[in-house]
């Protein structure tokens, strides 16, 4: 029973039956020739050598220095990297699944006519990242951010925005900055300047959010809490989205033109 309990969680390491029970044999009976270890296992010498090949390879098994014609097994606690790999693994495909199914929704799923509106959720850098590709797509950006945190956890945004705007004569973005030392950087290093306006908001009005932007019928809200907790939600929905764009329309007419020395 206890042998089967330990069968089972190697096959959840990617262990096949065959290894799994290889590499007890050799943590029990010590260091085995190819030809005695195929034997113990009743498996001939090619169908062994190609078992021992992948142990090796996962790291818990290894030729024996003294005698590299004998195969042993590194000890238990090895199985601790093998672990930490899928662990890794996992967070990766987490980090990737929101950005693929909203690529797979904007791309594959059927728009239904009579839906007014919906609202879609972001967890993490490469997840938030999505919707900054999406805006790019769209012919006229507005913009409410606060450059410091935002440039610290998307340093790429900033050539990837002047990047577009240079292929896409037809974009343009308008940004209303909170006032900072990082802003008028921001501001000098950014082209072309006829259409990336920049505008600072009042120094005593402080954004709750990092990054706003209206564009395309939609609104997307970006919060950073620290570069491990970016979040983002993206509201579609067009009376929400003129109202939005009206209000970002008036405080432009309203803010003087920025001096930046």
Same mark, same amino acid.
């Given at each position: ?117 919906? #609202?879609? &959720?972001?967890?993490?850098?490469? *997840?938030?990242? $999505? %919707? ?7 012919? +006229?950006? =507005? ?28 974009? #343009?973005? &308008?940004?209303?900055?909170?006032? *900072?030392?990082? $802003? %008028? ?7 072309? +300047?006829? =259409? ?66």
């Amino acid at each position: 029973m206890l042998m089967q309990t330990i069968i089972n969680y190697l096959k959840k390491l990617d262990f096949s039956e065959t290894e799994a029970k290889l590499y007890i044999t050799l943590l029990q009976k010590g260091s085995m020739t190819v030809s005695e270890l195929a034997k113990k296992a009743k498996l001939n010498r090619t169908a062994a050598y190609g078992y021992i090949n992948t142990l090796i390879d996962k790291g818990v098994i290894a030729r024996s220095k003294g005698d590299l014609n004998k195969i042993i097994a590194n000890p238990p606690e090895h199985l601790h990297y093998l672990v930490e790999e899928r662990v890794s693994a996992a967070n990766v495909l987490k980090e990737q699944l929101f950005p693929i199914v909203t690529t797979l929704n904007a791309s594959f799923m059927q728009v239904q006519e009579n839906k007014d509106s919906d #609202i879609h &959720y972001y967890k993490g850098k490469n *997840s938030v990242n $999505a %919707i900054y590709n999406d805006c790019l797509k769209s012919q +006229a950006i =507005r913009a409410y951010f606060d450059v410091k945190d935002l440039e610290q956890t998307f340093p790429e945004n900033k050539d990837k925005f002047n990047e577009t705007i240079t292929q896409n004569p037809k974009m #343009i973005v &308008y940004e209303l900055i909170q006032k *900072s030392p990082e $802003a %008028i950087a921001h501001i000098k290093n950014s082209l072309p +300047a006829t =259409r990336h306006l920049f505008k600072f908001l009042p120094e005593d009005i402080k954004l709750t959010a990092n990054d706003i932007l209206i564009y395309e019928g939609k609104v997307a809200i970006i919060n950073i809490a620290d570069k491990n907790n970016v979040t983002g939600v993206v509201i579609h929905n067009k009376s929400y989205f003129e109202n939005s764009k009206q209000i970002f329309d008036l405080l432009w007419r309203l803010l003087p033109e920025p001096f930046v020395r």
